[in-house]
């Protein structure tokens, strides 16, 4: 006879959190959040320029055409030298600076639809 340290999947049932008879249940301890220096937030200072990128798929519409801005960013001066492209969602906390940069630049591409 074999036998396999496997569980089959309804065997398994998910712990409700509550303690056993005579279970004693330590206090849950703080949770330490480390945010990656990637996911902070920047605050954007002005937004240079906007442009359609075709070569890329917009994920929330599914068509071709990736809407991006030249993002300036507060405190970031070696940054700002030469701005990279950025997708059009990491401007989602400066919707007035978008209203404002589409109202000077009428030609420029913009702002997206879920604006």
């Known amino acids: 006879m074999k036998i ?3 569980f089959h999947p309804w065997l398994l049932h998910p ?3 509550t303690p056993r008879p005579g279970q004693i249940m330590d206090e849950p301890q703080p949770v330490d959040i480390d945010v990656p220096e990637e996911e902070f ?3 954007v200072d002005e937004i240079v320029d906007s442009r359609m990128n075709r070569a890329k798929k917009d994920p929330a519409t599914g068509r071709k055409g990736l809407l991006e801005y030249k993002i ?3 405190g970031f001066e070696g940054w700002n030298q030469t701005p990279s492209w950025q997708p ?3 401007t989602v906390g400066c919707p007035q600076l978008i209203a404002d940069f589409h109202h000077m630049y009428t030609k420029k591409p913009g702002p997206h639809e879920s604006f």
């Open 41 to 43: 937030e920047w605050e």
């Open 4 to 6: 396999h340290n496997v």
């Open 88 to 90: 059009y969602w990491d």
């Open 15 to 17: 712990l409700d959190g």
């Open 72 to 74: 300036q960013y507060r």
